[in-house]
């Protein structure tokens, strides 16, 4: 059965420029390049880029977050990328924060700040 998350993939309409934002937002450069598909190993999960696929035209469905050491100021380097707002910071109880914003392609991008998760980075 599962066993974890391993992949989050987002459809995107322009490889290059995707490839820019998302290695800004990341910080880090694709391990996997190819025209069909790019790949970021972020925090030891995958975040790939699919140039195949259909952004929704509507944001919907299920929603990945992606951790955060402090979620106000990558919400701030988000937008200051080029994402837009989607759900404002919220603060869910127990020292938990979300948001989410849109990716240039109108994907939902979720970030969290858990304090109950360690993570490397």
Not at 9 to 27: E, M, S
Not at 79 to 99: E, F, R, S, T
């Amino acid at each position: 059965m599962l066993k974890g998350l391993r992949t989050v993939g987002y459809p995107v309409t322009d490889l290059t420029q995707a490839k820019a934002f998302y290695t800004a937002l990341t910080g880090t450069v694709p391990y996997f390049d190819q025209p069909f598909y790019v790949g970021y190993n972020v925090g030891g999960f995958e975040l790939g880029l699919d140039p195949n696929g259909t952004p929704a035209a509507a944001p919907g469905g299920p929603l990945a977050y992606w951790g955060v050491a402090n979620i106000e100021s990558a919400h701030e380097a988000a937008v200051a990328l080029g994402a837009k707002p989607h759900l404002p910071i919220q603060d869910v109880g127990d020292g938990i924060k979300v948001a989410s914003v849109l990716d240039p392609f109108g994907n939902v991008v979720g970030l969290i700040e858990n304090p109950h998760f360690k993570f490397a980075g």
